[in-house]
């Protein structure tokens, strides 16, 4: 087997007193190859910054705390202000430990060239201040209950169909919602 030579001549480390330093061409291999440069600054309550930026093109940013973008100040407001492009693969943002991602503005524009897909591990809620559209060539909903999917398709109304329990009581049950309401309680 090959022994990749390092060489730790190259290597400069610059500190700037003991909370800040730049690494610079470090030959310790990493997963995305050495780091051509790490640049680390901690607080005085041992909160850490790290950026680095490796042999394979990769740049990272580490904080231990929160990281804040803020642009446009100045801006006329005609442009865009913030940009994320990922120019061949995905951009992904993850919120861990029970977090959530919030996207604010006046205007929110979801625009997929194919498909656009919802999905939840649990319920999915659309509130509309006005009118809500669902528009397309084609409508599908599959369910179980609820008052959206054809009468007699869902599953209470097949179980009971053909029974002794009245239609009336079948319908107001499993597409309407509760059996007080309907029996006017």
């Given at each position: 087997?090959?022994?990749?030579?390092?060489?730790?001549?190259?290597?400069?480390?610059?500190?700037?007193?003991?909370?800040?330093?730049?690494?610079?061409?470090?030959?310790?291999?990493?997963?995305?190859?050495?780091?051509?440069?790490?640049?680390?600054?901690?607080?005085?309550?041992?909160?850490?910054?790290?950026?680095?930026?490796?042999?394979?093109?990769?740049?990272?940013?580490?904080?231990?705390?929160?990281?804040?973008?803020?642009?446009?100040?100045?801006?006329?407001g005609t442009g865009v202000d913030v940009v994320i492009?990922?120019?061949?693969?995905?951009?992904?943002?993850?919120?861990?430990?029970?977090?959530?991602?919030?996207?604010?503005?006046?205007?929110?524009?979801?625009?997929?060239?194919?498909?656009?897909?919802?999905?939840?591990?649990?319920?999915?809620?659309?509130?509309?201040?006005?009118?809500?559209?669902?528009?397309?060539?084609e409508c599908s909903i599959k369910a179980h209950t609820?008052?959206?999917?054809?009468?007699?398709?869902?599953?209470?109304?097949?179980?009971?169909?053909?029974?002794?329990?009245?239609?009336?009581?079948?319908?107001?049950?499993?597409?309407?919602?509760?059996v007080i309401t309907s029996l006017g309680g």
């Amino acid at each position: 087997m090959a022994v990749r030579e390092q060489n730790w001549w190259q290597r400069s480390i610059e500190s700037i007193g003991a909370d800040f330093r730049v690494d610079r061409h470090n030959p310790k291999m990493g997963c995305n190859g050495s780091d051509v440069y790490t640049q680390y600054a901690v607080t005085d309550d041992k909160n850490v910054n790290v950026q680095s930026l490796t042999e394979g093109g990769n740049y990272k940013i580490y904080n231990d705390q929160s990281i804040e973008i803020v642009a446009g100040q100045k801006s006329k407001g005609t442009g865009v202000d913030v940009v994320i492009v990922g120019k061949n693969g995905d951009v992904a943002i993850t919120a861990e430990k029970n977090g959530a991602v919030r996207i604010r503005a006046s205007k929110i524009v979801l625009d997929a060239d194919e498909n656009l897909e919802l999905l939840a591990g649990k319920d999915i809620n659309i509130k509309g201040g006005g009118r809500t559209l669902i528009h397309g060539n084609e409508c599908s909903i599959k369910a179980h209950t609820g008052n959206a999917i054809p009468l007699g398709t869902s599953f209470g109304e097949r179980c009971f169909s053909g029974s002794f329990v009245g239609t009336d009581l079948i319908t107001a049950t499993f597409n309407a919602g509760s059996v007080i309401t309907s029996l006017g309680g």
